[in-house]
């Protein structure tokens, strides 16, 4: 694919015209990087686009060249500073500006960037581009090569947020309106490895949410809330009829089979053989190793099929 962007686009036009979404956003950095404490702002960029006129593309790129996609530095970790606001190079940690949350310094910053940067007659207006905003933003001359590079990045996983790849873990976080079956798979996964939940109704809401953010907390993942690839690794555990006793993993096995497959397993029935080649079944259709053990690449094609 073509790249869409360069360095010399203006930051001001919309990408897809105004068409992208804040899911649309989050979903690109999850299939782009991962889990990452960027995952979750795409709401604001796009916001911060309808009030000022700025690509939303440009601002996650731009944070995710300043912070390590969220991950780097004392300056994001202890100021909440996407953007190196005020961090000149004489003292950067020292002098970089403090704000509320990531969003509070997205809307400042980027209130500054569009009047000061991408507007004719601003103090360090040099074009609405990345070329003219690296003549006073960055001292490093391929600074507007990096976030050139991750916007387009983006826009490719925006327009293919899976990568074209089948055994992609689907990404869940709050939504009390919507029943999904993986959601179920999230909930009685969680009941495995120990968190208690008063509800079982496959809809990820506040308290799916909150035992998420716990079990990452306790994982040593990005706590966030969101069922993304890493925490689908930590929570999926391998189930097979030598596991001797019905489990809530074999239950979430258990119930995608029926409720999502039709295949004819009774949940929570114990009936390990009937599950084994309702599995076995599963796997050849999927072209998997048909041995009725649900191991990663197993969990991944059904928790796939529950998204669709």
């Known amino acids: ?46 916001e911060v686009a309808d009030e000022l006129g700025i690509n939303e593309l440009y601002m996650a790129a731009h944070a995710v060249i300043e912070t390590g996609w969220g991950e780097l530095g004392d300056i994001v970790r202890e100021k909440n500073n996407l953007y190196g606001f005020g961090a000149f190079d004489v003292a950067p940690e020292e002098m970089a500006h403090g704000f509320d949350s990531f969003a ?15 507007t004719e007659g601003g103090d360090h207006y040099n074009g609405p581009t990345l070329d003219g905003m690296n003549v ?9 090569e990096s976030i050139c590079g991750v916007m ?17 873990w689907p990404v869940y976080s709050a939504n009390v309106d919507t029943e999904n079956e993986a959601t179920y798979v999230v909930q009685h996964l969680l009941e495995f490895h120990g968190h208690d939940l008063e509800y079982h109704d496959g809809k990820y809401g506040p308290e799916t949410a909150g035992a998420v953010e716990v079990f990452q907390d306790e994982h040593g993942l990005t706590v966030d809330g969101v069922a993304g690839p890493n925490t689908w690794e930590a929570l999926c555990v391998t189930v ?11 239950y ?13 397993v009774a949940p929570e ?14 796997q050849r259709g999927m072209n998997l190793d ?18 669709e």
């Open 1 to 46: 694919m073509a790249d869409q962007y360069t360095v010399r686009t203006d930051l001001r036009d919309r990408h897809d015209d105004g068409s992208l979404t804040g899911d649309d956003l989050d979903d690109a950095i999850l299939s782009a990087h991962g889990e990452c404490p960027l995952v979750g702002l795409g709401e604001v960029w796009v």
């Open 104 to 118: 509070d310094c997205t809307r400042h910053a980027m209130s500054y960037v569009r009047e000061e940067y991408l």
């Open 136 to 144: 006073k933003y960055a001292t490093d001359d391929q600074w507007a």
């Open 152 to 168: 387009n990045t983006l826009a490719d996983h925006v327009e293919n947020p899976r990568g074209g790849r089948s055994d992609e």
């Open 240 to 250: 097979g009829p030598d596991r001797g006793t019905s489990d809530w993993a074999t």
């Open 252 to 264: 979430a096995v258990e119930h995608v089979l029926d409720r999502l497959l039709g295949y004819d």
């Open 269 to 282: 029935s114990g009936d390990t053989d009937a599950t084994r080649a309702a599995v076995g079944q599963f």
């Open 290 to 307: 048909d041995d009725g053990v649900v191991d990663a690449a197993t969990w991944k094609a059904m928790v796939n099929a529950s998204d």
